[in-house]
């Protein structure tokens, strides 16, 4: 918990100076990841066997798929804080979607090369309930006293500063835009007279994190993340079709490949991972619309519905 608190006050801190600072800093730590994963993945390969990942594969049946959604989703969440530095970037038209598209592809690929060849080189039961897998798995094949072991434990924090910093950057620039629209507290709009950054929305949003670190345990949290994910997908993709059928001449810089069909599949898949992820998680599930309830509610109340308008 206090590392964490310790990571949030440095990463806002590199922030609060301005978004090139940030933007070569996520960029150092996330090459340095990018390239500790590879590594992880020629090493551990020529240890691989099929016999082994194929092993008790679906202990919990097909049901199990569905109640290991929101894990899966959480290496996917706040990719959509891409959107959220467009006003930062010289061109976002163009750099927006491939910063999208580049970031899902690199995901995508390292998240099933990790789990595949870590399923394969031992039984993954080994793996299943600890908090460190990659250290682990580089020193079954290794050896515990293996320097290359110790050397992952450590530059293993990598993927976990760049994921967080990034994060710190989406939330800032969210909580600025909606301040901005008069949705939340005009405060949280103000921008550092010299760095020019979303400062107080910086520090209220910090704030709550850490209150959220203190007051539950990471899987409660990473259920509670992916809740939230998927419900703004699933409006996302409800607002989609309703505005091109409410404005179908308004410009749009980027257009849904394959319109109307992608964005169907992305709002199948959504409501599938949401219904799964109440009917695994249903109290949880109950606390998190309660509290978005309780908040549409006061939105309502303060009539900030009718700027929608």
Wanted: a positive charge; hydrophobic letters at 55%.
């Amino acid at each position: 918990m206090y590392t964490a608190i310790g990571c949030y006050l440095v990463f806002s801190f590199i922030n609060y100076l301005g978004i090139k600072e940030s933007a070569v800093f996520t960029l150092v730590v996330t090459l340095l990841a990018v390239a500790e994963l590879l590594l992880f993945i020629g090493i551990v390969s020529p240890h691989f066997r099929m016999e082994r990942f194929m092993y008790d594969s679906m202990p919990h049946g097909y049901l199990g798929i569905f109640a290991a959604l929101p894990f899966a989703i959480w290496f996917y969440l706040a990719i959509e804080g891409v959107a959220m530095v467009a006003e930062e970037s010289k061109d976002p038209k163009r750099t927006i979607p491939i910063g999208y598209i580049s970031g899902i592809a690199t995901l995508a690929f390292l998240a099933i090369g990790i789990m595949v060849v870590s399923g394969g080189i031992t039984d993954w039961h080994r793996l299943a309930n600890i908090d460190y897998p990659l250290p682990e798995a580089i020193g079954i094949v290794m050896g515990k006293d293996s320097s290359l072991t110790k050397l992952f434990a450590g530059i293993g924090l990598f993927g976990l500063i760049a994921s967080f910093h990034s994060i710190i950057l989406g939330y800032s620039r969210q909580l600025f835009a909606l301040a901005r629209g008069g949705y939340l507290p005009r405060g949280l709009a103000r921008i550092h007279p010299r760095f020019h950054t979303p400062h107080v929305a910086l520090i209220v949003g910090g704030i709550i994190g850490i209150i959220a670190v203190c007051s539950g345990s990471t899987q409660q949290l990473i259920v509670l993340s992916a809740l939230g994910a998927v419900v703004m997908y699933v409006m996302s993709m409800v607002s989609l079709f309703v505005l091109r059928r409410k404005e179908p001449d308004l410009e749009r810089p980027f257009r849904a490949p394959f319109y109307p069909v992608f964005p169907a599949i992305a709002l199948v898949l959504s409501v599938i991972c949401l219904v799964a992820i109440i009917v695994y998680n249903f109290w949880l599930s109950v606390l998190f619309f309660v509290l978005l309830g309780a908040v549409m509610g006061l939105f309502v109340g303060m009539g900030m519905h009718r700027k929608l308008g």
